[in-house]
Nanobody, 126 residues
């Protein structure tokens, strides 16, 4: 059974930082394409970023230069380091997996991911 579990969310003031983690089980982690998505109240789910083959990461323009996605295959874990947080970053953040696949193109389309975590809430407010 595939399970993705996000941790690390919380409340932070503008300009602060948070690090989200996603622990995967039930999959051969390095055979799956991984991404982070977020959904704010009343808005559609949007991609934060996704890891392609060779470790190339694609980010949505709103987070470029502030967020960093990384993964540790030995720990079956995906990470999202978020710096210089803004109130508009407030959302539920989800880890997603797509696969198994031989090639990851860094897809930013939620519909292409077949496994999702339950989400972790990030609130940025003064």
């Amino acid at each position: 059974q595939v399970q993705l579990v996000e941790t690390g969310g919380g409340s932070v003031q503008p300009g602060g930082s948070l690090r989200l983690s996603c622990s995967a089980s039930g999959i051969t982690f390095n055979r799956y394409c991984m991404g982070w998505f977020r959904q704010a109240p009343g808005k559609e789910r949007e991609a934060v970023g996704a890891i392609g083959s060779r470790g190339i990461v694609t980010y949505t323009s709103a987070v470029k230069g502030r967020f960093t996605i990384s993964q540790d295959n030995a720990k079956n874990s995906l990470y999202l380091q978020m710096n210089s947080l803004k109130p508009e970053d407030t959302a539920m953040y989800y880890c997603a997996a797509r696969g198994p696949r031989d090639y990851c193109g860094g897809s930013m389309l939620a519909r292409e991911y077949n496994y999702w975590g339950q989400g972790t809430q990030v609130t940025v407010s003064s």
